[in-house]
């Protein structure tokens, strides 16, 4: 080699080492890490229906609940990041100020969108724009850090896309959300330190490592999470059922009526408490009583026993429509209910 | 008659002085000790090497005052350093044409674009 292409090479290697120049502190890592997982663990427990039975009470809620615990996590780590940098008598880059507000941005964006997402339905999609922000978040700050950092982006945003084309039901999604932020973001701290003078062979498998921990704790917490405990009662007709304390099981064969009744909350409709919109089971279901009441936990056909807060049920409503019928007016609507896993629609 | 070889800075034809004012271009300002651990030199050597092309005018350097009180130099490359290492970047990749190598490894000029 030349001494002029040396020389431009050498040009060319501290350019790299000054763009890149930006680095996400480990007090950064564990901290967002810390607090996005345990939001992402702890929001659905605190901000529920029976703690803020009005929409507008659980939105703002919601909003003042992640508003606190991430402003709080960002105006700690701006503290920190700054502290380091000047006990390490380093400058904090231009580029590293940017992506830092970016990185708030795409945070905010995440509140507001799963506020809105509570207001305006789509919530099942929540954990899975949380992951994909994290994703793009880490992205950006590896653009100009080291390399490692850019591909566990990617992996993040792949991981969240993934996680929702493929229908993984709503608790694994949040698990998965958690995984990323909690033991992602440290992780990817650890590896990137390890690694970074490493060759590509020696990143793929720190990839790879990271890979297979931030999703095998998910699925397997998932799994645990989600098992319900098979119900000792034998199934009984409705007909049979007692009034007793205690557990017992009621099973509704395929053709019972179950009527839909709204609960609707509108300045425009009205809706009659008792009139109900007549709905037949396609299949046989059992369900389990705890001192008369549902507790939650269902099978489908004498399959296995499921949890009401799996989320593996949902409701889509997709279209309305406005309609004249024999010279009636009507509001047509298209909805959407079945199961995650086998996506049933119902007549 | 042959062409004459086109020459290069002399100030900026030194290795160390070279790194240093790539790295400079690249990261926008930097400390002593950023320098320091990024370049691998000792204290004598940088001081040495960044007091001449301050002298130059190729280096600028400020205080940067700090809430813990003591305040820290900061070094960047003023825009002449910036245009010395561009016209620099620029001669070694002519000397690559001549000498028959591929041109097109040369340092984009792209990457000199300096951070806001």
């Known amino acids: 080699m030349s001494t002029p292409e040396l020389r431009l090479e050498t040009i060319q290697s501290m350019l790299f080492a000054g763009h890149r120049s930006v680095r996400l502190e480990r007090h950064s890592l564990l901290l967002w890490g810390g607090v996005g997982g345990f939001l992402c663990a702890a929001t659905q427990p605190v901000v529920t229906v029976e703690r803020f039975p009005e929409l507008q009470q659980r939105a703002t809620a919601l909003l003042v609940w992640l508003a606190f615990w991430l402003g709080s996590a960002a105006c700690a780590d701006h503290y920190l990041t700054r502290r380091v940098r000047r006990l390490r008598e380093e400058t904090l880059p231009f580029a590293q100020h940017q992506i830092t507000r970016a990185w708030w941005m795409l945070l905010a964006m995440g509140v507001l969108g799963s506020v809105a997402m509570s207001v305006h339905g789509g919530a099942h999609m929540v954990y899975a724009l949380w992951t994909v922000l994290l994703g793009l978040g880490i992205y950006l700050f590896g653009l100009f850090s080291r390399p490692l950092t850019e591909w566990i982006g990617l992996a993040t945003i792949l991981l969240g896309v993934g996680g929702l084309a493929s229908g993984l039901p709503f608790g694994t999604t949040r698990w998965l959300a958690a995984s990323c932020f909690a033991i992602g973001l440290p992780l990817a701290g650890v590896l990137g330190a390890r690694t970074e003078h490493g060759a590509l062979p020696v990143r793929l498998s720190a990839l790879a490592v990271w890979l297979l921990l931030v999703t095998g704790v998910p699925l397997s917490l998932a799994s645990v999470s989600s098992w319900t405990p098979v119900p000792a009662a034998m199934p009984r007709p409705l007909s049979g059922l007692a009034a007793l304390a205690g557990e017992q099981v009621v099973s509704l064969p395929a053709g019972t009526a179950v009527p839909l009744r709204l609960d609707l909350d509108s300045p425009l409709l009205t809706v009659a408490p008792q009139e109900g919109l007549p709905l037949t089971l396609n299949r046989s279901i059992e369900i389990a009583l705890r001192d008369g009441r549902p507790d939650g936990r269902y099978r489908l056909a004498g399959g296995t026993w499921h949890q009401m807060g799996e989320g593996l049920l949902q409701l889509r409503i997709d279209r309305l429509a406005p309609q004249l019928e024999r010279g009636e007016p009507a509001i047509r609507a298209h909805a959407v209910f079945g199961e995650t896993e086998s996506a049933e629609e119902l007549p | ?116």
């Open chain 2, 1 to 116: 008659m042959s062409t004459p070889l086109p020459s290069l800075d002399p100030l900026l034809h030194q290795p160390l002085r070279t790194q240093l004012a790539a790295f400079l271009s690249g990261r926008g300002e930097a400390t002593f000790s950023e320098l320091k651990r990024v370049l691998n030199a000792t204290d004598g050597n940088l001081d040495a090497h960044l007091g001449k092309l301050i002298e130059a005018g190729y280096v600028e350097s400020r205080k940067d005052p700090v809430s813990s009180g003591r305040a820290q130099t900061v070094f960047s490359l003023s825009p002449a350093g910036r245009a010395a290492l561009m016209a620099y970047v620029a001669t070694l990749a002519e000397l690559m044409a001549l000498s028959g190598t591929a041109a097109d490894q040369a340092v984009p000029a792209s990457a000199f674009i300096k951070p806001a």
